[in-house]
């Protein structure tokens, strides 16, 4: 099982996309700083998450919501949460 996570960050409400086999420990090391693209955007916390059977389908939807569809669609997301 592969999940697509989005993650947001409390210091600058940036988000974050990426995928795992194991969220709960990729969180940990977001929120830890052993990952150099957030590590100044912490405390991250999940905003978003999906579920995949495979790692290819995770890196398809992860690629995704990073396009210009992805983003749009993040946008009404964030309206939905009241961001």
């Known amino acids: 099982m592969y999940f697509v996570y989005i993650l947001i960050s409390e210091r600058d409400g940036r988000t974050y996309v990426g995928y795992s086999d194991n969220v709960e420990r990729r969180l940990t090391q977001h929120n830890a ?3 150099s693209a957030t590590k100044y955007r912490r405390p991250l916390r999940i905003f978003h998450l999906e579920k995949f059977q495979t790692m290819k ?3 398809v939807r992860e ?3 990073k396009s210009g ?3 749009n669609e993040l946008k009404k997301l964030f309206a939905l949460k009241g961001l």
Request: aromatic share 16%; charged share 25%; no cysteine.
């Open 33 to 35: 700083g052993q990952v």
């Open 69 to 71: 569809s992805g983003r």
């Open 63 to 65: 690629l995704w919501w």
């Open 57 to 59: 389908e995770a890196k």
